[in-house]
């Protein structure tokens, strides 16, 4: 019988509006980072597609556009070096070069799990403001 094992998957989406051209090298994509558990590293692979492709979504805007979402494929799939999860297991990281390492860090308000609070009962349109920084999670992060 084999043991399940953790794995890290990266998922990467990207956003497709339509009857708006596409510009080179500007998509606007979601990095989603999921925990799998799996027998082998295969196994893992496969559940991290199915996840991938499980996220692709459509829906109109408040403009009546339509947005896509559609996986694109996977940024990474690793095992966790630990064979137990335990607060503060350590589940990702990357190595990052940056001239300016405070603009990699978000204030309390902005993180996620405070984020979600300060736009719950906000509109689609009160969040999307032309010309302004939008507060849209998936755009927070500029690449």
């Known amino acids: 019988m084999n043991k399940k094992v953790w794995f ?13 051209p ?6 606007t994509c979601i990095q989603q980072i999921n925990i799998l558990h799996a027998e082998n590293r295969e196994i893992a692979y496969d559940k991290a597609i199915m996840l991938g492709q499980s996220q692709e979504t459509t829906y109109l ?5 339509q947005i896509s979402w559609k996986f694109v494929g996977l940024e990474n799939l690793e095992e ?7 607060d ?7 190595v990052i070069h940056t001239n300016n390492p405070t603009s990699l860090v978000v204030n309390k308000n902005g ?9 719950k009962n906000f509109k689609a349109k009160e969040i999307i403001i032309e010309g302004q920084e939008t507060k849209l999670i998936c755009n927070r ?3």
């Open 8 to 20: 890290v998957s990266t998922i990467i989406l990207k956003c497709e509006i339509e009857e708006e």
């Open 22 to 27: 596409s510009i080179p090298n500007e998509w």
């Open 61 to 65: 805007n408040a403009t009546g556009q």
């Open 80 to 86: 966790l070096s630990t064979k137990t999860i335990k």
């Open 88 to 94: 503060g297991t350590e589940i990702w990281g990357r």
């Open 111 to 119: 993180l996620s799990v405070f984020f979600d609070d300060e736009i």
């Open 141 to 143: 992060i500029k690449l």
